[in-house]
């Protein structure tokens, strides 16, 4: 229980440093500079998951006056990602983390800010849990819904992730 407890900490320390604006800007400035150029921004980050929006402006765009795919892919990998990394932080050795496949749906034109929200928080925290128990690494499918202001759903992504904890 202690050590839950102590990951649970780790996890809140994590979300709490880049819940400072400067902070995750120069998080995004050292590690995902793309994602600072295309404005992606977080809205929500809690233990429960996170929301990551993208803007529709002249970077993001793409000839037929709609947020490119690509972009759309940046800012739901983000909203699936910022929950991962949460997940992995207090564990000794560390655990990566990778990015094994991405399945997309786009069922509405995104000519708009878009809102990229995971919800599955927790399951990740589960999983990466569960990763460290069986001793080998684990995959696990996250789903990021975009969605306009309104609540339109504009494209759907389930990200694959990998996870395996380093050798001691």
Known sequence: MAENNEHQ???KKFRDRLDNAWVFRFF???KMPIALLAGL???RFDEKGATVSV???WLS???FKSVYFATQAMAAEMSTGLPAMAAIQGYRPGISMLVTNIEAEFVK???QRVYFSCDDGDLLTKHVSETVAAGEGRVIKIKSVGRLKDGTIVSTFHVTWSFKQKQR
């Open 61 to 63: 765009q793409n000839p």
């Open 109 to 111: 034109k995104a000519n």
């Open 55 to 57: 803007p529709f402006k």
């Open 9 to 11: 900490k780790a996890r």
């Open 28 to 30: 995004l400035f050292t």
């Open 41 to 43: 921004y977080v809205r």
